[in-house]
């Protein structure tokens, strides 16, 4: 699946609840379903800056895919960064780095989020792309 069609997927599935609070508990849900950070990866240098909330992501380098894990100690922050995992997790550096995350201009999220959040999912796209270019010279 390419990123636009997993961000496609994404708007099909928020297009399904008219109301915030459904969207904001399947952000909850989504944060849930996150598969475990190792603790020994919960550490400074996996720390996003700018976050109001803590959270850790985690970028590996497989057969020329970048794949992400990530946590957090809130329930929608971590509903935020799955949701960003689950659309660019296992692409290519040069398809991370050239990606449009219009998803999140079509689901409303960056809108319905406090400042803090609002700033720290920037951050969380920043770091993203920062792995995306890190990684694109291997």
């Given at each position: 699946?390419?990123?636009?069609?997993?961000?496609?997927?994404?708007?099909?599935?928020?297009?399904?609840?008219?109301?915030?609070?459904?969207?904001?508990?399947?952000?909850i849900?989504?944060?849930?379903?996150?598969?475990?950070?190792?603790?020994?990866?919960k550490?400074?240098?996996?720390?996003?800056?700018?976050?109001?909330?803590?959270?850790?992501?985690?970028?590996d380098?497989?057969?020329?895919?970048l794949?992400?894990?990530?946590?957090?100690?809130?329930?929608?922050?971590?509903?935020?960064?799955?949701?960003?995992?689950?659309?660019?997790s296992?692409?290519?550096?040069?398809e991370?780095?050239?990606?449009?995350?219009?998803?999140?201009?079509?689901?409303?999220?960056?809108?319905?989020?406090?400042?803090?959040?609002?700033n720290?999912?920037?951050?969380?796209?920043?770091?993203?792309?920062?792995?995306?270019?890190?990684f694109?010279?291997?």
């Amino acid at each position: 699946m390419t990123i636009n069609e997993a961000q496609d997927a994404v708007i099909e599935e928020f297009e399904e609840f008219d109301d915030w609070m459904d969207r904001y508990q399947m952000l909850i849900d989504l944060g849930n379903d996150l598969a475990p950070l190792e603790e020994k990866y919960k550490n400074e240098q996996n720390l996003i800056d700018g976050c109001q909330s803590r959270v850790w992501l985690q970028c590996d380098y497989v057969e020329g895919h970048l794949v992400f894990t990530a946590d957090s100690d809130a329930l929608i922050t971590k509903g935020i960064i799955a949701l960003l995992i689950r659309v660019i997790s296992g692409h290519t550096p040069k398809e991370i780095m050239d990606a449009d995350l219009y998803f999140i201009e079509k689901i409303g999220l960056r809108q319905h989020l406090s400042p803090t959040r609002s700033n720290g999912l920037l951050s969380m796209v920043k770091q993203i792309k920062a792995y995306s270019i890190a990684f694109s010279t291997k």
